[in-house]
């Protein structure tokens, strides 16, 4: 009773708005919820998408990532991140070899700006929901440039030796299998150069998740 009555007087202080058309009640409400493209399953891919990057889902992303830093948006885009990967008959068959959950790391001082890892609250939220383990085993050692307007292979550079393993956490991948969490993928140079280093780690093999393709 108390939760419910906390909980009913912080939308009235703080009301939540649809981040699209802004009607009262929701982040996303059912209209707009009508306009998100789910992905279709592609076998042949290393990755795995849930929703498409266009319209509402970026406006979504946005207020995730970016100021006033909508942090509580997390059910909304793990809801959406769930119901479509369990759609997806590769993704269910890989999630019975009991993967780890790994997520791409923000640098230091960009997690500081923000105050947390978008990738990380999308990875945390899908192995609670799948019964997985979360680790962090991936630090970010170079402060690479928004990969947001580059180009395919400025894309690569950018990345090229952004991440490094934690040394100490060598038993918890060797010969296991992975699922790589970041919100946005589009020619997936980001995830790639990421698995490289978990697959030196020992990883047995890595898969990518993402909320949307671009």
Known sequence: MFTSNFVGILDFLFPKYCVNCKKLGSYLCSD??????????????????????????????????????????????????YESLIQQEKFMQILE????????????????????????????????????SYVDLLKRVKK???QYGLKKDERRKNVAGAFVFINDKQQVIRDRYVFLVDDILTTGATINEATLVLQKAGAKNVWGLALARD
């Open 97 to 132: 070899t009991n993967p780890i959950l790994v997520s791409i790391p923000l640098h230091k001082s960009r997690l500081q700006k923000r105050g947390y890892n978008h990738a990380q609250i999308l990875a945390e939220d899908l192995a609670k929901r799948f019964g997985l």
């Open 32 to 81: 707009c919820f009508s306009y998100i493209s789910f992905s279709e399953q592609n076998t042949n891919s290393r990755y795995f998408s849930a929703i498409a990057y266009k319209g509402v889902v970026r406006k979504l992303i946005f207020q995730f990532k970016y100021k006033p830093y909508l942090s509580d948006l997390r059910s909304v885009l793990s809801d959406l991140f």
């Open 144 to 146: 690479t440039l928004s």
